[in-house]
């Protein structure tokens, strides 16, 4: 009885995350939801995603939080339309809390939708959004044996960017090793190597995404 309660759950967030895709598709969105514990950077690769494909692809943002719009605030900043939801201590965002972001955001006026997931390497994957594309960033001070202990979010993204590159002198961090895990549970991923401080290799992830959202359209 409970499991079917659960199976239902999930199964209405399917629904819903169709329904998300089928407008972003309409209106030429390309949907990236991105993934990581807290703090590892994802509204600061998101900065930095802004600053590459500025001039070429038209951003827009959603910021998953449990509470404050401190994301949102940094985002509108630098004058990208930005939609903040707070889940009120949900740990994941779901399919129709970003419903509800896509009817705030000027989706004509957009093509790269990245959607910050709350700060959680457990539960995310487990709710589709209407994403075309999921991403993880790990970055190096959580140490290079995080693919054994949260498998299941190394197997499901399609990207993963190693942000906090800068610190790797400092710390015991294997990115070969790293690598070598990552391949083991997802071959497929694309792996990119960054520093959201120094701007090392951000440009690459970013004309990856250029690329895609491009291919995507076509
Ligand atoms: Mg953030
Ligand atoms: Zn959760």
Request: with cysteine; glycine share 8%; charged share 25%.
């Amino acid at each position: 009885m409970r499991i079917q309660v659960v199976e239902d759950i999930l199964s209405a967030n399917e629904r819903i995350a169709i329904e998300n895709q089928r407008l972003l598709d309409e209106k030429g969105v390309f949907a990236v939801n991105l993934m990581s514990s807290p703090g590892a950077g994802k509204t600061s690769l998101i900065l930095r995603t802004i600053e590459v494909v500025r001039g070429k692809l038209r951003v827009g943002v959603v910021e998953g939080d449990i509470a404050s719009r401190l994301d949102a605030d940094k985002i509108e900043a630098v004058g990208v339309p930005v939609v903040q939801i707070n889940t009120g201590g949900t740990c994941h965002l779901d399919a129709n809390m970003v419903r509800q972001a896509l009817e705030e955001l000027p989706l004509d006026d957009i093509e790269l939708l990245l959607i910050e997931n709350v700060g959680n390497l457990i539960c995310p994957t487990g709710f589709a959004l209407g994403e075309r594309l999921k991403a993880m960033i790990a970055s190096t001070p959580e140490g290079d044996d995080k693919p054994y202990k949260y498998p299941g979010m190394f197997a499901a993204v399609d990207a993963l960017v190693i942000n906090k590159i800068d610190l790797l002198p400092h710390l015991d961090f294997d990115v070969a090793t790293f690598r070598q895990l990552v391949a083991g549970l997802n071959p497929e991923a694309r792996v990119f190597e960054v520093s959201c401080i120094t701007r090392e290799g951000v440009e690459g992830w970013g004309e990856w995404l250029v690329e895609i959202t491009a291919a995507d359209g076509e």
